[in-house]
T-cell receptor
Framework: GAVVSQHPSRVICKSGTSVKIECRSL??????MFWYRQFPKKSLMLMAT?????????EQGVEKDKFLINHASLTLSTLTVTSAHPEDSSFYIC????????????????FGPGTRLTVT | GQNIDQPTEMTATEGAIVQINCTYQ??????LFWYQQHAGEAPTFLSY??LDGLEEKGRFSSFLSRSKGYSYLLLKELQMKDSASYLC??????????WGAGTKLIIKP
């Protein structure tokens, strides 16, 4: 099956610093990658959608200058949390979707294992 | 607006059967997913329905009625490891996944 990796799995950083999270599709080409954040006991909140080689589309209320997304290749997308604050502490999850028909006709998203970010 | 409703929490007994319901109102419909998410982990795919009817996969089954905007996930022979959150998500007309808030299922011995 399709595998998506995320690195790091856990990160603790100080306020004001930047953190980069990598999301890789290991055995398929991900034309579209999604970045979510999830607060405890809450559902997934879509932050942005990125297509390889183009700018990410951010959801309403998500600051694009704070959450920088780069989808430079068909297997790698990165999320950089700039000038992190304690309220940015959350569980960040990426998912990847392959070409329609390549990963089935039902646009399934394959999720990475998530990154637990703690900002002190 | 787009809306997906599912119960916040359910409790069931080991070995029993539980049905988790999901109702939706979305702009377009291209299928409905059920995902399982254990605490602190990412969601994992359980099922996909795009046509009306029941899809069975081992102990888990998923049902869809498009005319009623309704789906359910049926879990049989419950095991303790089934304790998790179950997320209902609908693929809308833009092929974006719209997520429900999830149902936390607690299994008791």
């Amino acid at each position: 099956g399709a595998v998506v990796s995320q690195h790091p799995s856990r990160v603790i950083c100080k306020s004001g610093t930047s953190v980069k999270i990598e999301c890789r599709s290991l055995d398929f080409q991900a034309t579209t990658m999604f970045w979510y954040r999830q607060f405890p006991k809450k559902s997934l909140m879509l932050m942005a959608t990125s297509n390889e080689g183009s700018k990410a589309t951010y959801e309403q209320g998500v600051e694009k200058d704070k959450f920088l997304i780069n989808h430079a290749s068909l297997t790698l997308s990165t999320l950089t949390v700039t000038s992190a604050h304690p309220e940015d502490s959350s569980f960040y999850i990426c998912s990847a979707r392959g070409l329609a028909g390549n990963q089935g006709e039902f646009y399934e998203q394959y999720f990475g294992p998530g990154t637990r970010l703690t900002v002190t | 607006g787009q809306n997906i409703d599912q119960p916040t929490e359910m409790t069931a007994t080991e070995g029993a059967i539980v049905q988790i319901n999901c109702t939706y109102q979305t702009s377009g419909f291209n299928g409905l997913f059920w995902y399982q998410q254990h605490a602190g982990e990412a969601p994992t795919f359980l099922s996909y329905n795009v046509l009306d009817g029941l899809e069975e996969k081992g102990r888990f089954s998923s049902f869809l009625s498009r005319s009623k905007g309704y789906s359910y996930l049926l879990l049989k022979e419950l095991q303790m490891k089934d304790s998790a959150s179950y997320l209902c998500a609908v693929l809308d007309s833009n092929y974006q996944l719209i997520w429900g808030a999830g149902t936390k299922l607690i299994i008791k011995p």
